[in-house]
């Protein structure tokens, strides 16, 4: 895990979180170690965004990017598409 923005230790968190809460708050995006490791992130909260069905279905109605699709079909031809799981 890469370390982003400030960094917090376990213990310190522990003995005060306030002050880190309120930067996170403000948009700060904290790394919080255990013993020098970087063991979680801490992100603001963002409530998730919803697309109505309609407007979801419309977008995906929609023509497909030729190059992407020669993309994904080049991409299939060269990996097997088995299934892993089935016996042989």
């Known amino acids: 895990m890469d370390q982003v923005g400030p960094v917090i230790s376990v213990g310190r968190l522990r003995q005060n979180p306030t002050p880190m809460l309120r930067e ?3 948009g700060a995006v ?3 170690t255990d013993r020098g490791w970087p063991v979680a992130r801490v992100v603001p ?5 919803w ?3 309609d407007q979801a279905n419309a977008a995906l109605a929609g023509p497909i990017d030729s190059s992407w699709a020669e993309e994904i079909t080049a991409v299939r031809r060269a990996e097997p598409m088995d299934d892993p799981w089935r016996h042989r």
């Open 30 to 32: 904290y790394t919080v």
């Open 24 to 26: 996170v708050r403000r």
């Open 45 to 49: 909260f963002a409530e998730p965004r």
């Open 51 to 53: 697309v109505p069905a």
